[in-house]
Each structure stands twice: as C-alpha cells, then as structure tokens.
C-alpha cells in the first residue's frame, strides 16, 4: 500500500493529548467510552455546549462518578442566556442539576460512545426547559463539523476529502489518517487554508474503515477529539 499526501497548508499550533485516547503511537481506538459536544468528543467534560447553534446553554462544574459504565452520573450547573431583553444583550444563569450518560454505543471507527444524556432538575431551572429531558447522540451522526469522504480514482485507488477540520491556537496542525483496527496513522496531512486536506489512497480494498482525527485543547472546552470515519465502497 502507497499513501501519497495531494496538498496541505501548515498551521503552527501547540500538540494536545487527550487522556485515554491519544499515544505517542497515534490516537488509539480501543479506550472511552466518550460524548458529543458540538462535533467534538469529550471524556468526562466538565463543560459542554447543548445548543450547538447559538451556544445558549450548555452545562458547567460538572463532576463524574463511574464513567466507562454502562451508566455514568454527574452532577453540577446548567448556564442558561435568559435572553432579556435578547440573547445578545443576555445575562447567563446557573441552575443546580444532575446527568446521566447511558446508550454505550461502537461507532465505525471503532471508539465507544455515550449516545444518550438525561438532564434531571430538582429545583429551579432555565425558562423553558422540562424538569427532566434527553439528549441522544448518535455515533456518526451527520452533523457540522469534520468529516472525509472517499471517492475511487481506479481500482483500489481513491482520493480521501477532509472537510471542517480545525485550525487555530490549541488545536494540532495535522490531522491523523488511519486505519480502524490499527492504532497508529499511517499519514498526518496538514490542515490547508480551507480547513481540509486531500490524500491519495492506493492499494485500499472495499470494506476498509479509514479513520481521521484531530486533537484540540483549550482553556475554555479543555479537550476535544474530532473524528470521521469512512468505509471504502468500489
């Protein structure tokens, strides 16, 4: 098999490690599980944006017991803009309130996933939420963020598209490219002017699940896996 990289543009950035699902080998598959923010995955986040659109409401402080299970508890503060007299000009309020992260599911590229996540209110609470509601994530879900497709060349040989990786101060400048029963990449592309990167695949057979992820790390989130998965298809 030859990899060949098409084109990249480099970004110079501070290298982050995620806990658990990053070596000095390469983001590994095989620890977690992790949860959703916003396009990112996260293990055990003490922050995280629900409203991914506006980032209106999120929750904060948050403190983990048994995470890896099949159920996972936390507790802490939901931050709600009460929008008065619009959310531009809004003022964010804390409310006290408790998860569950449950629904571990294996996603293609093989990393584990809490894909539902209960919020519950034993008190007061942001105008308009219930005292208890559910949010489901599910793995591969298409949504805003990073994604590759594969699209064949001939046989056996494709060109890999990334699209809406990251740039910026804390997050790293390459984004790792590999398979999803090997840990370790088999090629790092730089993230280009467009926020993508483009590979040539040769030698890749239908059915080979081709990963990519990226590692971002900043004060505000702490640290986020962004990931996409691909299988190959003639």
Do not use: H
Not at 104 to 118: D, P
Not at 222 to 233: M, Q
């Amino acid at each position: 098999m030859r990899i060949g990289v098409v084109c990249g543009v480099a970004v110079a950035v501070a290298a982050a490690v995620l806990t658990g699902l990053a070596s000095a080998a390469g983001i590994t598959l095989t620890s977690g599980p992790t949860i959703s923010d916003c396009g990112g995955q996260a293990i055990a986040p003490v922050s995280m944006t629900l409203t991914c659109a506006d980032a209106n409401y999120g929750l904060a402080a948050m403190k983990w017991r048994n995470w890896g299970t099949a159920r996972a508890t936390g507790s802490g503060s939901a931050s709600a803009n009460d929008c008065t007299p619009n959310c531009a000009a809004g003022k964010f309020e804390s409310y006290p309130v408790s998860a569950t992260a449950s629904g571990i599911a294996t996603c293609l590229s093989g990393r584990k996933q809490y894909t539902r996540l209960v919020l519950t209110y034993s008190g007061a609470r942001p105008t308009g939420i219930a005292a208890t509601s559910t949010w489901k994530f599910p793995c591969d879900a298409p949504e805003p963020g990073s994604t590759i497709t594969a699209k064949a060349t001939v046989k056996d040989q494709f060109t890999l598209t990334g699209t809406g990786w990251r740039k910026g101060a804390g997050c790293e400048s390459t984004v790792e490219v590999g398979f999803a029963d090997k840990p370790a990449p088999f090629e790092s592309p730089k993230v280009g002017a467009n926020y993508g990167f483009k590979l040539a695949l040769v030698d890749i057979r239908a059915g080979t699940v081709i990963v990519a992820r990226q590692i971002c790390t900043t004060a505000a989130i702490g640290t986020r896996l962004y990931e996409s998965a691909v299988k190959i298809k003639n």
